[in-house]
């Protein structure tokens, strides 16, 4: 079992900065693969960023060259640098790990989430 700990959320005006951290804690395997998710409020959940499994990085496109997905100074953790945040970046963001095993198995785990406000 993994668990995932967000935590750097707040409120901002808009083009103000955040970074976000995510902590993981448990049985950590080299298979698995970090990224941020949110969820804006009576939307769906959606990707923000991931780590790929060949170490390259995804951005959804309303964020690219705004946001920065990077390891964090801590061990077993994930960073999420936000700069020039808009007021639709509104939402609750989600650290995730998904564990592909070599036997073809997968495992998700979700941290609680970390609110995130930006004010016009």
């Known amino acids: 079992q993994v668990q995932l700990v967000e935590s750097g959320g707040g409120l901002v005006q808009a083009g103000g900065s955040l970074r976000l951290s995510c902590a993981a804690s448990?049985?950590?395997?080299?298979?698995?693969?970090m990224g941020w998710y949110r969820q804006a409020l009576g939307k769906q959940r959606e990707l923000v960023a991931t780590?790929?499994?060949?170490?390259?990085?995804n951005y959804a496109d309303s964020v690219k060259g705004r946001f920065t997905i990077s390891r964090g100074d801590a061990k077993n953790t994930v960073a999420l640098q936000m700069n020039g945040l808009k007021p639709e970046d509104t939402a609750v963001y989600y650290c995730?790990?998904?564990?592909?095993?070599?036997?073809?198995?997968?495992?998700?785990?979700w941290g609680q989430g970390t609110q995130v406000t930006v004010s016009s």
């Open positions: 780590f790929t499994s060949v170490g390259n990085t």
């Open positions: 448990g049985s950590i395997a080299s298979t698995i693969v």
């Open positions: 995730k790990a998904l564990d592909r095993r070599p036997d073809a198995t997968q495992y998700v785990y």
